[in-house]
Nanobody, 124 residues
Framework: QVQLVESGGRLVQSGDSLRLSCVAS????????MGWFRQAPGKEREFVVA????????YYADSAKGRFTISRDNAKNTVYLQMNSLKPEDTAVYYC?????????????????WGQGTQVTVSS
């Protein structure tokens, strides 16, 4: 089992920056892939970014390119999502996910473990 706990979400203004954290515990392996998804009210869960822990290879959704950056701190078993130039349309619950197969994918069904989510609200 892998447990994921997100934090860092809050109310910010348009143009602000925010960093989300995802702490992993339990059975974690260096060959996992980690991803961030988000879900706005009334919408389906949307892929944001993913990367493979062993290679660092990343895959960004078009909506995240140039504004969001994924990173990690191995010593803390933590994955971060740095979000810059936030827009009201970025408002959503942000979820951290882990794929035990290590596949860097943009679809939720490729991920085996999920956190509980953290709310990000961007006001205009």
């Amino acid at each position: 089992q892998v447990q994921l706990v997100e934090s860092g979400g809050r109310l910010v203004q348009s143009g602000d920056s925010l960093r989300l954290s995802c702490v992993a515990s339990g059975r974690t392996f260096s060959n996992y892939a980690m991803g961030w998804f988000r879900q706005a009210p009334g919408k389906e869960r949307e892929f944001v970014v993913a990367f493979r822990l062993s290679t660092g290879g990343t895959y960004y959704a078009d909506s995240a390119k140039g504004r969001f950056t994924i990173s990690r701190d191995n010593a803390k078993n933590t994955v971060y999502l740095q979000m810059n130039s936030l827009k009201p349309e970025d408002t959503a619950v942000y979820y951290c996910a882990a794929s035990t197969t290590g596949v860097v994918a943009g679809t939720a069904d490729k991920y085996d473990y999920w956190g509980q989510g953290t709310q990000v609200t961007v006001s205009s």
